[in-house]
């Protein structure tokens, strides 16, 4: 049998010289556990074109292929992985290597997102499909890791409804925290470098001298860029030296390539103002190791969403990135993110859908020198590295061990109400199978009869038939003699 020694990280998303959130949170998760474990990151096999050496090692795995991970899943001593992973290979289910859920993505929040422009009768068919696959995940996990304290009350009340709030989790910790615990994004330790021009003097209609907002991600459903559009309507007819651009719009993994988002939209609004590629300028995805490039170009950086559950719920992981190049930023608030901003005083907050509010706080910040807002982004850049926002999955890992109700409980683990029911489905199923075997049971021994009245009747019908042909020959005998004595007699 393998040794068990190693930390395996599994992606679902791609990583390399271009990635989203997901894979940028693992890549950095992965370089922090490498400087005291020995750790593997495991990435789709659609991944690009792989960033420069690390201290850990990567390899790559088939989404549709169990085989081409579990030679990893053997060797290592805990397996951290997001919440689809669980339904895509419930193999799981049946290791006893501790198992790390990441959840710091509502995922089924962004489903509906994304699916609301469906009919919902026929949206219900898919909800049912991926409400089943995310349930996964709540079973099979030993320790639960989320962005924010919104977010591990969200947990906590969906560990509830599984059943994993229970006397054996309690007991292990009253606060459960050894159950789930917080993992936010977090900030490199070296400052970004810049290491050649990106945008400013480069992109046609930006100016070295030009002020560049940034809106760094995409223009996914839950994020409002069309506010930013109308906003920097505003701010053209006061300042024709500022630049709007949205340097990500399409996603770098090429299984989202149909993803919904604003893009038509906001180029189409952008048009409509006579703004496009003279304020507001679109780009594809800015590959990663040229990002900080982007960051160190751009003067103020954008994170605009709507008033909606998601908002309530996510986590902007494009926001550490602004604090990392200490970008000022405008922010809508009401997500976790923006509350982070705002304990830092670089950041105007303003409300949702507000285009006027939003155009404010960027001339505003804008007229703000930077050498007013260092020691808030120092005081950030101390609080918010990967070091620290690591720090309850590195101790997991220093200790890891399978959950205590999951020892205790087995198979049995799962909401106590669900889990009487199915005792219950299953012993009336029981009960009617028993019935159903003592029917087949008397069926077959009528078969049984059946075949054996058949077959003695077929042996009175032969022995019939051969008595009647015993009785014909012995009259055709008989006919015989009378005929040769008629014949002697004359």
């Excluded at 789930?180 to 209609?205: C, M, N, S, Y």
């Excluded at 030296?241 to 993994?253: C, E, K, M, S, Y």
């Excluded at 669900?418 to 078969?447: D, F, P, S």
Aim: net charge neutral.
């Amino acid at each position: 049998m393998a040794e068990q020694n190693r930390i395996l990280i599994i992606s679902h998303d791609v990583v390399g010289q271009q990635m989203a959130g997901p894979g940028i949170r693992y890549y950095h998760l992965a370089r922090v556990l490498s400087q005291e474990f020995d750790t593997v990151l495991a990435i789709p096999d659609t991944s690009g074109a792989s960033l420069p050496s690390t201290a850990f090692e990567v390899v790559k795995y088939n989404l549709a292929d169990w085989d081409s991970l579990e030679p990893h899943v053997k060797t290592a001593k805990v397996v951290i992985f997001p919440s689809d992973i669980a339904s895509i290979f419930r193999q799981f289910q049946k290791i006893t290597t501790p198992i790390v859920i990441d959840g710091y993505d509502p995922l089924l929040v962004e489903w509906l997102a994304l699916h609301q422009s469906i009919e919902v009768n026929e949206q219900c068919i898919h909800w049912q499909h991926r409400t089943h696959s995310l349930s996964e995940q709540y079973l099979v996990g030993d320790f639960f890791i989320c962005a924010s304290e919104r977010q591990r009350d969200w947990w906590i009340g969906l560990l509830e409804g599984h059943g994993r709030l229970n006397p054996y989790t309690f007991h292990e910790d009253h606060s459960l925290r050894k159950l789930i615990d917080l993992v936010p994004f977090g900030l490199a330790e070296t400052a970004p470098q810049h290491t050649r021009q990106l945008i400013k003097g480069v992109w046609p209609g930006i100016s070295s001298q030009d002020k560049v907002i940034l809106w760094g991600g995409g223009l996914w459903p839950w994020l409002d860029p069309l506010t930013a559009v109308r906003a920097m309507a505003k701010v053209w007819s006061q300042r024709q030296d500022v630049r709007l651009i949205f340097p990500g719009t399409r996603h770098p993994n090429p299984m989202l390539k149909n993803i919904q988002s604003h893009n038509e939209a906001a180029v189409t609004l952008a048009q409509e103002f006579n703004l496009l590629d003279k304020a507001i300028f679109f780009g594809d995805w800015i590959p990663y190791p040229d990002w900080p490039n982007v960051l160190l170009e751009s003067d103020l950086a954008l994170t605009l969403h709507y008033d909606s559950l998601e908002t309530r719920l996510a986590f902007r992981s494009r926001v550490f990135d602004y604090i990392w190049a200490s970008l000022p930023t405008v922010a809508t608030q009401g997500d976790a993110t923006s509350d982070l901003l705002a304990q830092f005083k670089f950041t105007r907050l303003v409300k949702a859908e507000d285009s006027a509010g939003v155009a404010n706080a960027i001339l505003e910040l804008l007229d703000v020198p930077k050498q007013d807002l260092k020691s808030h982004f120092m005081a950030a850049h101390q609080k918010l590295t990967w070091q620290q926002a690591a720090r309850p999955l590195i101790e997991f890992c220093r200790a890891p061990r399978q959950a205590p109700d999951k020892v205790a409980l087995g198979n049995n683990l799962g909401n106590a109400f669900y889990m009487t029911e199915i005792a219950k489905t299953i012993t009336e199923k029981h009960r009617k199978t028993g019935e159903m075997a003592h029917l087949v049971q008397k069926i077959n021994e009528l078969l049984s009869q059946r075949q054996q009245l058949v077959t003695e009747r077929k042996y009175w019908q032969n022995l019939v038939k051969r008595y009647e042909q015993g009785r014909f020959m012995r009259l055709m005998r008989w006919l015989n003699r009378m005929r040769v004595k008629l014949l002697s007699s004359k």
